[in-house]
């Protein structure tokens, strides 16, 4: 996550400075930092960035699941913990679904492939 993104996503949802680091359990100095490009966001401030961006959209339970959306195989749901937790609209903040046929190892390699998905697409 770039510093304008984070900053971008701060003001979506109408925290200051403070109140987010209050919600992302982290200092102000840290928003700070994220902010000017100081510092890097962490993989687990981003994941809770998106999660928090995520519960925003009114009407949740109108989504349609990731694997409607992507016409996923019986076979390949069955193997998914996205599908194995019913969490079809949170697919991209599960580690382990597998997207694009493989499992993958980080974070940001899962990112890469979800940042041009378009169930996070709807999302965001």
């Known amino acids: 996550m770039t510093s304008k993104e984070f900053k971008k996503f701060r003001k979506k949802l109408e925290k200051t400075q403070r ?10 100095k840290a928003v700070h930092s ?22 925003l959209k009114k009407n949740i339970s109108d989504r349609r699941p990731c694997w409607d959306i992507k016409a996923c195989p019986t076979e390949k749901k069955e193997m998914c913990p996205a599908w194995e937790f019913q969490a079809g609209d ?9 997207c694009e046929g493989s499992v993958h190892k ?8 979800c940042r ?5 697409k709807s999302i965001f």
Do not use: N
């Open 19 to 28: 109140q987010m680091a209050q919600l992302l359990g982290v200092s102000i």
């Open 116 to 120: 041009s998905c378009e169930v996070m």
């Open 34 to 55: 994220y902010e000017q490009g100081w510092r890097l966001v962490p993989v687990h401030v981003e994941r809770q960035i998106f999660f928090l961006i995520s519960r």
């Open 106 to 113: 980080t974070w940001k390699e899962k990112m890469k492939i």
């Open 90 to 98: 949170l697919c991209w903040f599960i580690s382990g679904t597998i």
